[in-house]
């Protein structure tokens, strides 16, 4: 069946950095587009970076951008995301989610806190 697994969160100071991984199984992972989400306490959940099939189209939000990079290894279906100069602002539930079509999977989230 179709997994993403997403690790890598944890507590971080303000300005330190975290890698976010997610690993996928059960589908063509070449075939889909990968994004990462994020969901703060109280808000809506929202896209932060996006990344083509093959990886050479990506797009963030205004937000992190500069400050955050998604890549992907499809020889080892996992989609990565860099996020360096962390803010408290960074804070949430990070959702990794995979879309071909009308196909669309999540993860179960991994928890990023920033903080002092």
């Known amino acids: 069946q179709v997994q993403l697994v997403e690790s890598g969160g944890g507590l971080v100071q303000p300005g330190g950095s975290l890698r976010l991984s997610c690993a996928a199984s059960g589908f063509i992972f070449d075939n889909y587009r990968m994004s990462w989400y994020r969901q703060a306490p109280g808000k809506e959940r929202e896209l932060v970076a996006i990344i083509s099939g093959a990886g050479g189209i990506t797009n963030y939000a205004d937000s992190v951008k500069g400050r955050f990079t998604i890549s992907r290894d499809n020889a080892k279906n996992t989609v990565y995301l860099q996020m360096n100069s962390l803010k408290p602002e960074d804070t949430a539930v990070y959702y990794c989610?995979?879309?071909?079509?009308?196909?669309?999977?999540w993860g179960q989230g991994t928890q990023v806190t920033v903080s002092s």
């Open positions: 989610n995979a879309v071909q079509y009308r196909l669309n999977y």
